[in-house]
């Protein structure tokens, strides 16, 4: 339907563009050169940059770099260094984080609107959809476009907890601007959020209760890596497996929470309470499927690999749509859709067959293809290795007792199905696993057809190939 056909149900006054972008994350990225000669609106309800940028993955490491060092200092008397920690600037780090942040977030927010980009009109009210292809913008204007690209992301989801209403608490958008560093925190939730955070706080110094419904930490990861990872975080602040929060209160002494586990019932205060259980698509604050666009049960926006929505010329990408709310899977679909928005008789499809992720806590993990339990219940014939940080030199010099890498492949032809690293520097040293499933380098290959500098954190990934329990070692070259 044309809205701007005569008889129909919409505004007298529509604004007609050739291309509508909702968000400025990972989407801002689409509209480069390119389309200068394109009339666009950019439509952005809050910052410029998305959640990456401001609440999610850049001020988060740049906490986890300051917990890494004084963390450091704590662990350091094992390499004959007498270290303490004297005190964490919480208002410094803090300052430092988003006097940058914060710059840049007022930068992007000046180039579109500025001289620059002439050819577009920035909407900065909650927009939503009000029928295929037409946009309230929530500023008393209506558009539409030929093309639109959906790139809104997501929002914090926080659990009906009774009295959590009553009380002041943060989340993963606030906590990191808070004034002064609490002497206490519980942080309700088991993901890879929370168990960032956790590890941020106790860092530095604060006593850091962890709440989690489930029977270990990061239970999406590989079973074997997330129990390890329970036990370390256990042994530096308190853990609280199988719990079920019955009530939280405010008082004179803090936030207290209630919480019925596997030993009774019992009362937990703090300074602070984080809820970080998780994090929702923001479909249902555009009404998306007003918009004509097919959802998923959770509120995602259903794409092809195109990154096509079920509306003819709507795309959609990153957290709103995607099975992977990271962000270097959404930059890869901006890139896809920024190519089919220019060669729409050419398309591509996005790459989603070996995504990696980490998780910056100590220690480090990061993973990419399939667990262990998810290659066992696929019926496929595997093998597995694991290789211990401690028993390479790199890991020597670290004392490092904990870390390992454990690889899936599979037995017969050494292709690798999956890898899953806790240690130091893990989203680092795993980038050669990422790269030789992505290219199809065997094992083997991997192995043995490189050099691998010694004494580096990458033998770890060496020796964990080398000890794969494979059919045939070497390619069948008949």
């Known amino acids: ?37 394109w009339k666009v609106a950019i439509l952005e ?72 980009t002439p050819n577009t009109t920035v909407y900065t009210g909650t927009a939503r959809f009000i029928g295929p292809k037409v946009l309230d913008t929530g500023t008393g204007e209506t558009i539409t476009a030929d093309r639109i690209v959906v790139a809104a992301g997501g929002r914090v989801d926080v659990p009906a907890i009774p009295g959590l209403a009553s009380v002041p608490f943060e989340t993963s958008d606030t906590v990191m601007r808070i004034d002064d560093l609490p002497a206490s925190i519980v942080i309700i939730g088991g993901g890879y959020i929370a168990a960032e955070f956790a590890h941020v706080f106790a860092s530095f110094g ?23 990872f329970t036990e370390s975080a256990s042994a530096r602040y308190d853990v609280r497996l199988n719990a079920t929060i019955t009530g939280v209160s405010g008082g004179s002494s803090g936030i207290s929470v209630n919480v019925t586990g ?6 937990v ?93 100590h220690p480090q993990i990061a993973a990419v293809g399939l667990t262990e339990e998810e290659a066992f219940e696929s019926g496929l014939d595997y093998v597995v290795a694991r290789q211990k940080y401690g028993d390479i030199a790199a890991g020597w010099a670290r004392e490092d007792t904990a870390g390992f890498a454990k690889l899936i492949a599979e037995t017969a032809t050494g292709k690798i199905l ?11 040293v795993i980038q050669p696993l990422i790269q030789a499933m992505s290219f199809g380098q065997t094992a083997y290959e991997l192995a043995r057809g490189q050099y691998w500098i010694h004494p580096a954190l990458t033998e770890v990934v060496e020796n964990a190939v080398l000890g794969l329990p494979l059919r045939a070692r070497k390619p069948d070259n008949s």
């Open 45 to 116: 309800k809050g910052l410029f940059g998305g959640t990456c940028l401001n609440v999610g993955c850049i001020p988060t490491k740049m906490y986890v770099y300051p917990a890494e060092l004084a963390q450091g200092a704590v662990e350091a008397g094992p390499l004959g260094v007498d270290a303490h920690l004297d005190k964490v600037h919480w208002s410094a780090i803090r300052d430092r984080i988003f006097g940058r942040i914060d710059a840049i977030e007022a930068g992007g927010r000046d180039y579109r609107t500025g001289d620059r």
């Open 262 to 267: 596997p030993l009774g019932t019992d009362t």
């Open 269 to 361: 205060t703090a300074e602070v309470l984080l809820v970080a259980t998780g994090r929702r698509p923001n479909s249902d604050l555009l009404d998306a499927a007003a918009g004509g666009l097919e959802l998923h049960p959770d509120g995602r926006i259903v794409v092809d690999s195109y990154q096509r929505t079920s509306v003819d010329g709507v795309y959609a990408l990153g957290d709103i749509s995607s099975d992977w709310a990271l962000k270097h899977v959404a930059n890869a679909e901006a890139r896809t859709v920024a190519h089919n928005l220019e060669h729409p008789n050419d398309l591509v499809a996005t790459d989603h067959r070996f995504v990696p992720a980490a998780v910056f806590t």
């Open 1 to 37: 339907m044309d809205p701007r056909a005569p008889g129909n149900r919409y505004p007298d006054r529509v604004r007609h563009f050739d291309l509508i972008l909702i968000g400025t994350g990972s989407g801002n990225s689409i509209v480069g050169p390119q389309f200068d000669g």
């Open 418 to 428: 999956g890898a899953h690293i806790i240690g130091p520097e893990a989203a680092t």
């Open 206 to 228: 604060t006593r850091v209760t962890q709440l989690v419904r489930g029977p270990r930490l990061l239970r999406r990861h590989d079973v074997e890596i997330g129990q390890a």
